[in-house]
């Protein structure tokens, strides 16, 4: 008797699976009047055996659509089983897995039917149900549809505590030719309803306390990388574009599966670029959390980034006149630029060298990557080099040193004979 | 050489440690062994000192820590003390000291080493508490009681309570500790400790025996093929899954139920 409704969330999971979107931080909902459900700093409730974190139940609403868009599984002209949920569906759901801790919250996307706006009015009808009738304060990711109308994308943003429209392509080209019926131009229009009613509500909201919450998680995207193309420069050029103009909290990156014979893209089988995604989110955190600047990493001189290293120790290797840095006097914005010190550790680095030149072995205990930092910086009790090493010189080094997550054998080592 | 020290017994709980540290200044120790009543087993010559755990004592040696360390290091050195390892109580005691022994802000002073083993043990217990924040799967009662068995590393059900409370406000609740056998119970207005007896521990951990929602099956069923559906198999990586989900807690997950 269970056989209706498995079968709808099995194709409407998997058509789903594809937004790699998971996140469920940023937002403070309360849980108010005895209700269910708050939001928080996000929860990764369990994760699937491809690794990827599971918070939110991300399901489509339906996977009938009137788009063929190449890279997508749900095109019109695929053949594969669709299925649609009730709004009732959705809600129930939701709430008995949120009720069970199973997830943090609901990711809702949508095939398109019949037009944008009758697609977004049944979402929209989901998380009002949810919100106003189950009195539940746990996390919305809502899908913003392509052509749908702004009252109803604003309504929306009233109940949602993400919203997201997927840039698909990181170039405008790179879209035309696989979904020649969509825009990046449609997704600018989109985000910046967004952007301006945020803005609009917050700063209500300083003058009158009561004035609701607007997409309080902030917006996000995603691009397909490696269907098309375009370089890295490409594509994280931008993402800092969409980052500074839509105040985006997230830019997604995934690497395309491939689901079809379409010639225009990588074959069926053939591997998905995952050391590459893994370099591009690297990258990613750099801009936002490092302080780096994307053409520090990525110009015309280097389009494309170094498969074997990460973003920062390529970065470092580029720049060897800035090291090394001294841990005891350097400026905290220089301190979390060295390969092997991140954010944690340097800010404990600021606070605790107030009390006395810090040694070595206080470093290792704090949690820096030691082996791989040594080159680049000194501190009370480093060993004094005649010579430093070269930059290819400890490329060579520190590669030796390093087990790579992708590597499965060793390098092959050279033989004399 | 530590059997020189002197030898204080305390009862093992937190208020007990912070009596602990009241006596030994008064006492003028400022090195000490630390040993728990139910643990020490005396030597022949060697004297000790009870601690009687003092409410009263222990809070002047909290206000104490308060005024001179940030409210994140107070909760820091609260959440160390539910690591239970074996030498965290003498790491909280000799931090403590250090902190009456120096002007304040040398909380922050992370190249000593009782400053560092606090706040890296106080992040060991705050994943734990966060795994269980995710890993709790709540099972529906015939009588509308959502009750889980958890298993953690360390002893964070007090710490979780409030999140649940929190969150879960509309529901009574228990989540149960199999291993320090008790649990905390939300009954809609408060939120208690109890412990149960073995045969009802019993009754929970076979679940046969307790009478289930007649729902409940079906949402197992569904999170079960959800937990599949989402999965992308072309990217198969079973060793980060395993680094995310350790198999020790594979057991209380209702995704990984046979998967063992």
């Given at each position: 008797m269970y056989e209706r409704i498995r079968e709808k969330l099995s194709i409407l999971a998997d058509a789903a699976k594809y937004d790699v979107s998971c996140s469920s931080s940023g937002s403070d909902r309360k849980n108010t009047g005895k209700g269910i459900g708050d939001t928080g700093s996000g929860i990764c409730h369990t994760y699937t055996e491809d690794g990827r974190c599971v918070s939110l139940l991300k399901i489509l609403l339906t996977n009938f659509c009137i788009y063929d868009c190449a890279f997508c599984v749900s095109r019109r002209s695929n053949d594969i089983r669709r299925a649609a949920f009730t709004v009732e569906e959705v809600v129930s759901l939701t709430m008995n897995f949120y009720r069970r801790n199973y997830i943090e919250g609901l990711f809702l996307s949508s095939g398109i039917f019949k037009d944008a706006d009758y697609t977004m009015e049944r979402m929209l009808r989901i998380v009002k149900k949810l919100r106003l009738e189950e009195n539940y304060n746990g996390y919305i990711h809502l899908k913003t549809i392509p052509g749908a109308s702004e009252a109803l994308v604003t309504e929306a943003g009233l109940y949602a505590d993400r919203m997201s429209i997927n840039l698909e392509m990181p170039t405008e080209q790179g879209l035309q030719l696989l979904a020649p019926e969509k825009s990046h131009e449609e997704v600018k229009r989109e985000l910046a309803v967004i952007r301006d009613q945020a803005v609009a509500y917050n700063s209500e909201r300083k003058l009158i306390k009561t004035t609701p919450k607007f997409v309080p998680a902030g917006q996000s995207t995603q691009m397909v990388i490696g269907a098309t193309p375009e370089s890295d420069k490409d594509i994280m050029h931008t993402a800092h574009t969409f980052y500074k103009q839509y105040a985006l909290k997230r830019v997604y990156y995934s690497g395309y599966i491939p689901i079809s014979n379409d010639s225009r893209m990588p074959a069926v089988g053939t591997q998905p670029p995952l050391i590459r995604e893994n370099r591009l989110y690297q990258t990613d955190w750099l801009m936002r959390f490092y302080d780096f600047d994307v053409t520090e990493l990525l110009n015309d001189e280097h389009p494309n980034l170094d498969m074997d290293m990460d973003p920062k120790l390529t970065w470092a290797l580029r720049n060897p006149h800035i090291f090394p840095v001294d841990i005891n006097t350097a400026d905290y914005k220089l301190i979390i630029r060295v390969p092997g010190i991140g954010i944690r550790s340097a800010q404990k680095i600021i606070v605790a060298r107030k009390f006395g030149k810090l040694h070595i072995h206080q470093l290792k205990k704090m949690g820096i990557a030691y082996n791989r930092a040594q080159y680049f910086i000194r501190c009370a009790d480093s060993p004094f080099l005649l010579r430093e090493p070269e930059p290819s010189q400890l490329k060579t080094l520190l590669l030796r040193q390093s087990t790579s997550k992708y590597r499965t054998a060793p390098p092959e080592q050279l033989t004399l004979f | 050489m530590l059997t020189d020290l002197p030898v204080y017994v305390f009862d093992g709980t937190f208020y007990g440690l912070l009596t602990a540290v009241f006596e030994s200044y008064e006492r003028k120790h400022s090195i000490v062994q630390l040993s728990t009543t139910d643990s020490y087993t005396p030597e022949f010559f060697s004297g000790h000192t009870t601690i009687h755990t003092d409410r009263a004592k222990a809070l002047r040696v909290w206000k104490g820590l308060q005024r001179k360390i940030t409210p994140a290091h107070m909760q820091q050195f609260y959440r160390a003390?539910?690591?239970?390892?074996?030498a965290v109580h003498l790491s909280m005691f000799r931090y403590a000291h250090y902190i009456f022994d120096h002007p304040a802000g040398y909380d922050g002073n992370y190249g000593h080493e009782d400053v560092l083993t606090i706040a890296q043990t106080a992040q060991r217990v705050h994943r734990e508490k966060h795994r269980m924040e995710a890993f709790v799967r709540f099972k529906k009662s015939g009588n509308g009681l959502f009750f889980a068995v958890v298993n953690p590393d360390y002893n964070v059900l007090p710490l979780i309570g409030r999140h649940f409370r929190n969150r879960y406000a509309d529901q009574p609740w228990l989540i149960y500790d199999e291993r320090r056998k008790y649990g905390i119970h939300y009954d809609l207005h408060t939120l208690h400790e109890v412990t149960i007896d073995f045969t009802k521990e019993q009754a929970i951990a076979e679940q046969g025996t307790v009478i289930i929602d007649a729902q409940e099956e079906l949402y197992t069923l569904l999170w079960k093929d959800y937990f599949k559906s989402t999965n992308i198999a072309e990217r198969r990586n079973m060793k980060l899954h395993i680094q995310h989900v350790p198999k020790r807690y594979w057991r209380y997950l209702t995704e990984k139920e046979g998967k063992l």
């Open positions: - | 003390f539910f690591s239970e390892l074996p």
